[in-house]
Each structure stands twice: as C-alpha cells, then as structure tokens.
C-alpha cells in the first residue's frame, strides 16, 4: 500500500513559478511509476507528466515549462512549473503504480494509487 501527498501549491500570477511535491510512504519507491495529473473544475483528469527510472515525458502544454523530477533517496516526486499560465489553473494530483519495466504510464486507469491534490491557482 502506497500513501502519497502532495504540497507546494498556491496563488501566483501569470508568468510565476511553483514547485510541487508528493512525498511517498509504504512501498519500494524506485519500482513505482510516478505520475502528476491535473483537473480543472467541470473537466476530465488530465495527464500532465510522468517519469520511471530515468525517462520522463511531458503532455504538449506543459513542455518546455514545466520538469519532473525525483528523490529516490527521500521518496519524492516534483513538478517544477515555469512560466504558468492561467490555464494551468487546476488541482494536481500524483499517481503511483509498480512496474517491473522501466515504462511510463499516460492514463489515470494506469495507476493504482492517489494522492489528495493540491491546487493551483494562475491569476491573469
């Protein structure tokens, strides 16, 4: 069982800079698949970013600006968004699956474990 949580969202303008974390508890975290997904209020999930092992990968809006990166040491996931936009406005959320691959995942069904979301807010 795999409890993760999310922290570092907030207010900021257009243009801004946040850093989001999920902290990881309860499994063997090099072996999962990590995943950042957002929703906007009356939208679907969506995927945002993803990265196992050493690939990453990155939804067309959000290349470019915004870099996942983790801790393995420390089981930690983050989400450095640059230059946002008030389309970014959303409440993100990290994801969590085992894999036995070095495999990035895409769709939220692909993961097994969620945390709470954090929101964030880009003013215009």
């Known amino acids: 069982q795999v409890q993760l949580v999310e922290s570092g969202g907030g207010l900021v303008q257009a243009g801004g800079s946040l850093r989001l974390s999920c902290a990881a508890s309860g499994g063997t975290f090099r072996s999962y698949a990590m995943g950042w997904f957002r929703q906007a209020p009356g939208k679907e999930r969506e995927f945002v970013s993803a990265?196992?092992?050493?690939?990453?990968n990155y939804t067309d809006s959000v290349r470019g600006r915004f870099t996942v990166s983790r801790d393995n040491a420390k089981n930690l996931v983050y989400l450095q968004m640059n230059n946002l936009k008030p389309e970014d406005t959303a409440v993100y959320f990290c994801?969590?699956?085992?894999?036995?691959?070095?495999?990035?995942?895409?769709?939220?069904?692909?993961?097994?474990?969620w945390g709470q979301g954090t929101q964030v807010t880009v003013s215009s």
């Open positions: 994801a969590a699956r085992y894999t036995y691959i070095p495999s990035l995942y895409y769709t939220a069904g692909d993961y097994g474990y």
């Open positions: 990265t196992t092992r050493s690939l990453t």
